[in-house]
């Protein structure tokens, strides 16, 4: 068996779970598992984080997913509906939505539904991607609380620049100026704000990223907010190859070696989601010893500096990315984020849980 492997160590997502609880301790959790849990499977990790208080999704197949196995949870989907009919699924399963704009509105208006449905109401305090003008937003919220499809409104917003020095204090004044005296729950926070902006979390936080322990900021490893990775992009050497001065290792021959050099060939490729960006030097560990990848990756294989390494042979142990090499040390050398990393790992990788 090709020996690539994505380990998902489910002790350490309900070690972040805690963590998000720690840094929120009045608020409510909707743990993010969206892009099947950012691609760790979305079974996986709803069965770790099964003490979470809520859930949220994309697609409302994530969701009928969770409740076939049995997830009694509230499950938010965050972009809400897309067709009208879709809401008739959505009160079956007791599903929440997000209403971020006029035609989801009116599609709620003018259903009869067999049980009412939470909303959240969203508001675009300056992200401008999803949710309702500030100026339109007490309006949108006086005609949800009269819609006899709706048995309770929470009002929310997403921050564009939690992560970044300019932080949230512009949209977190829009939002609260123009939902004054609205007398409804409140989610704003997402990983950054949780960790960054503890004046924002409201009733209801939304951790995505920091619950697979990757950071949301991306000048602080995630070690330093006490989170654990989650995934360990796992494979093995399955060649050696012993070059000279001034030989290259692969596709354009794009690394040269200046001195004689003993190089491993790695079961891991961009069809496996590692990124083709990766540069000659990204950190990477064989043996538990952290030493850089050669060249260009290519599509099935990449190649490892194992000079200094001199044990390892066919069969050593490689970590791409998890407890030796932070997922966000190598994106940050691909000139990406953690993020696009986990969630870009392809189906021909097996994923296994241990239960650390
Ligand atoms: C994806 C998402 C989150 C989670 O964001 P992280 O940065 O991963 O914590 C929170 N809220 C909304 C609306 C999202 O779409």
Redesign the pocket.
């Known amino acids: 068996m090709r020996p690539i492997q994505a380990l998902i160590n489910t002790e350490a997502l309900r070690h972040n779970l805690s963590v998000v609880r720690a840094h929120a301790p009045n608020a409510r959790v909707i743990s993010?598992i969206?892009a099947n849990a950012y691609g760790h499977g979305i079974l996986n990790a709803a069965q770790a984080l099964k003490a979470t208080d809520m859930f949220a999704v994309l697609r409302l197949d994530e969701a009928i997913i969770l409740r076939e196995h049995d997830f009694q949870h509230p499950i938010l989907l965050?972009e809400g509906v897309f067709q009208a009919t879709e809401l008739h699924v959505v009160a079956e399963l007791g599903l929440s939505v997000v209403v971020h704009a006029e035609h989801q509105l009116q599609m709620l208006e003018q259903m009869t539904l067999a049980k009412k449905i939470t909303v959240f109401a969203k508001m675009n305090s300056g992200m401008n991607r999803l949710g309702f003008n500030p100026k339109e937003y007490r309006a949108v919220v006086q005609r949800l609380a009269q819609c006899p499809n709706v048995e309770k409104i929470v009002m929310m917003t997403?921050f564009a620049t939690a992560d970044d020095a300019r932080g949230i204090s512009a949209p977190f004044e829009i939002f609260a100026a123009h939902t004054q005296g609205l007398d409804y729950e409140v989610s704003l926070a997402?990983?950054?704000t949780i960790l960054c902006h503890p004046q924002a979390h409201a009733n209801w936080v939304?951790?995505?990223?920091?619950l697979y322990g990757a950071t949301?900021v991306s000048e602080r490893p995630a070690s330093s907010f006490g989170l654990k990775p989650v995934m360990q992009l796992e494979s093995e050497i399955i060649a050696v190859q012993t070059l000279q001065a001034g030989e290259s290792v692969g596709y354009g021959n794009a690394f040269v070696a200046d001195k004689p050099m003993r190089v491993g060939t790695v079961a891991c490729g961009y069809a496996d989601g590692y990124p083709r960006h990766a540069p000659t030097g990204t950190p990477i560990a064989v043996n538990g010893v952290i030493t850089r990848t050669l060249g260009r990756v290519s599509m099935d294989m990449l190649a490892v500096d194992i000079t200094e390494i001199p044990e390892a042979n066919i069969g050593a142990k490689v970590e791409l990315w998890g407890e030796q090499v932070p997922v966000d040390e190598v994106a940050a050398a691909s000139g990406t984020i953690g993020?696009e990393l986990l969630c870009a790992v392809t189906s021909r990788v097996p994923v296994k849980v241990i239960h650390g």
């Open positions: 993010v969206k965050l997403h997402n990983s950054a939304r951790p995505g990223i920091m949301p993020y």
